[in-house]
Each structure stands twice: as structure tokens, then as C-alpha cells.
């Protein structure tokens, strides 16, 4: 059988790439982009019949990339978020996207709740006070996260995991979610972020979550731990609650443009912890992101059904000669 044409868009060197899809043998071409900038992707889309994404979503398959790729049967994402994929335009093409759902899930619940400690037991304020000669044992005065109201913003596998991680310190957990769970402690959106100590973010970034976190509607006193896009957060609302003195902290993994601008304000203001989008990048995670996408690949060549497939086509991946689509 023809070799199907794979085209690899992750950041990494064209070696490594190929080194990644070797236990896929012969059966795919492995080709890269000739540079990574958009011209070369639209290039290099004509031929391609699967891409496995770019998890910095700097190479995204929009309309105008997805009408651009005839033969396209097949896009696997290899990270959770799918930001800048038009998946009503694969949808519309017959093409299925998939995700590797999951298993970043306790990576992501881990960094959360070990972003909340350190802000609850003033962790980076000890470090800082001791490396300067200070000894603060009496005026830190950090607080304890066993009782407090954590609220979980959005309920999918990572929510889940940071719920049991939680209840598992003492806390009481809400959550709130876009798709209806069975799970107890569901809130309305607005009393979740009102009345929660600790507002915990996880929910994928879509139209209707852009923005929809203003801190300056949460209980004052409360933390803000953002381990979801930067995007689901209004950071000019955060930095004036911070700058207020309305919130007791916050911590944060994803920001709006990555990385942060030097002016940025949230790079000055205390009580915040920053950290570079790592909260899912652990050993472990890794390894199951690249099982879970090879393990997709192979189905795929196989004619087996795909997993984690977002955009509403069917998990049957069939090959084309082509196509010719208004998208």
C-alpha cells in the first residue's frame, strides 16, 4: 500500500519528529512544513492526508488552511486544547479532529493544587524574606487550605481530578461546567465565582468562554488559580482586583499572549504566582500524550475507529484522492 502523507507540525526538529512516528513504520510519509510560517503550511497542505497538529497552535488549520488540503482525512491534535483549528470547517470537509483527552488530567489537577498551597502557605513570600537574611517566623502569618471553598471551573478530566485532589485536603468542592454531570456540587456560574476561596480554572477556551472570569466579582480575599488558557481569564480585571488589594493572590500558568509582555502588569504585582503553560508537562504526561496520538494514528491506518474526535464526524477515517470543497 501507498504510504499515507503524514505532515507533522509540532516545534521540533524534522529528525526528532520523524523519530516520534517510527513505530508507525512505512506506512506514513513523514513530511514537515519548509519553514514555520504560514505560507509554508499552506504549501505543504495540498498532499497531506493526515497532520498531526502543532500544540503551540503557531500552525492551526483554519478555513482557508482546511479548503487548502483536498485529500485531508484525518487531523490528530497532540495536546488537550485545539486553539486556532476551525472545526466547523473539518467538520464541514468530513474531516475528524482528535485530542489526546485526559492525560494531562493529573498533571494539570497536581500543578493546581500544589499552585494553591504555595500561595495559601506564602511559600514564594518565605523563600524571598529568608534569601534576603530575613527571619520571619511571627509576621508571614500563612493560612491553611484545609477547609476552604474550592470552586472548579469546568468539569471535565482535569476538573474531576483537581475535585478529588481537593476534597482529599479537606475542601469543599463546587464546580461548574458547560455540559450537565451527575457529580453533586454543581453552581450556577456566577454564585461559583461569588462565593468560592479558592476559584480553580480548567475549562477549555471557546466563544462563550472567552473572558468570562472578572475576578473583580470574587470574594474578596479569594485566590485565583488560571491553569486553562489565558483568554478565560479577563487579566485587565485581574490585575485590578490584584492591584486593589481585592484578591488575596492568584496563580498562573496560561496568560493571554504567551509569553507575557515585559510591561505586563501581573509580572509586578505581589501575591502572584507565574509559571510558563507547565502545568501539564511532566514525564509521565508526555509519555501518555505520545501513546494516545500513536495509538490514533495506527487505528486510523488500520481503518479502526479514532478516539477523542471534538468535531461531531464520524471516528472512520477513510483515505481520498481528494475533493473539491467550498469551506
Known amino acids: 500500500m501507498t504510504p499515507w502523507n503524514l505532515l507533522a507540525l509540532a516545534p521540533l526538529p524534522e529528525d526528532a519528529l520523524r523519530g516520534l512516528m517510527a513505530p508507525l513504520g512505512d506506512r506514513v510519509d513523514v513530511r514537515v512544513p519548509a519553514s514555520r510560517d504560514r505560507a509554508a503550511l499552506l504549501a505543504a497542505l495540498p498532499d497531506a492526508e493526515i497532520v498531526v497538529g502543532d500544540w503551540t497552535a503557531e500552525l492551526a488549520l483554519d478555513a482557508e488552511a482546511v479548503a487548502a488540503a483536498p485529500r485531508l482525512a484525518f487531523v490528530q491534535q497532540p495536546s488537550v486544547g485545539v486553539d486556532g483549528h476551525d472545526l466547523a470547517a473539518l467538520a464541514a470537509a468530513g474531516v475528524p479532529l482528535a485530542n489526546t483527552a485526559?492525560?494531562?488530567?493529573?498533571?494539570?489537577?497536581?500543578?493546581?493544587?500544589?499552585a494553591t498551597l504555595a500561595l495559601v502557605r506564602r511559600l514564594a513570600d518565605a523563600d524571598a524574606a529568608v534569601r534576603a537574611g530575613g527571619w520571619p517566623q511571627q509576621s508571614l502569618q500563612p493560612g491553611e487550605l484545609n477547609g476552604r471553598r474550592v470552586g472548579i471551573v469546568g468539569f471535565g478530566p482535569i476538573g474531576a481530578?483537581?475535585?478529588?485532589l481537593f476534597r482529599a485536603f479537606g475542601c469543599e468542592v463546587s464546580y461548574w461546567t458547560r455540559t450537565p454531570r451527575d457529580e453533586p456540587g454543581h453552581l450556577d456560574l456566577e454564585t461559583l465565582v461569588s462565593s468560592s476561596d479558592v476559584l480553580v480554572v480548567v475549562v477549555a477556551l471557546a466563544d462563550e468562554t472567552r473572558g468570562v472570569i472578572d475576578a473583580r466579582r470574587m470574594k474578596p480575599g479569594a485566590l485565583l488559580v488560571n491553569a486553562a488558557r489565558g483568554g478565560v481569564v479577563d487579566q485587565e480585571a485581574l490585575a485590578a482586583a490584584l492591584r486593589d488589594g481585592r484578591l488575596g493572590g492568584a496563580a498562573l500558568d496560561v496568560f493571554e499572549t504567551e509569553p507575557p509582555a515585559a510591561d505586563d502588569p501581573l509580572r509586578e504585582l505581589p501575591g502572584v504566582l507565574l509559571s510558563p503553560h507547565v502545568a501539564g508537562v511532566?514525564?509521565?504526561?508526555?509519555?501518555?500524550?505520545l501513546e494516545t496520538v500513536l495509538a490514533n494514528l495506527a487505528a486510523a491506518l488500520d481503518g479502526r475507529p479514532v478516539t477523542n474526535v471534538l468535531n461531531g464526524v464520524s471516528p472512520a477515517v477513510r483515505r481520498r484522492p481528494g475533493r473539491s470543497l467550498s469551506v
Do not use: H, I
Open 102 to 114: 485526559g492525560v494531562s488530567a493529573t498533571a494539570v489537577a497536581e500543578w493546581c493544587v500544589a
Open 282 to 289: 511532566t514525564a509521565g504526561s508526555t509519555g501518555r500524550l
Open 161 to 164: 481530578a483537581c475535585a478529588r
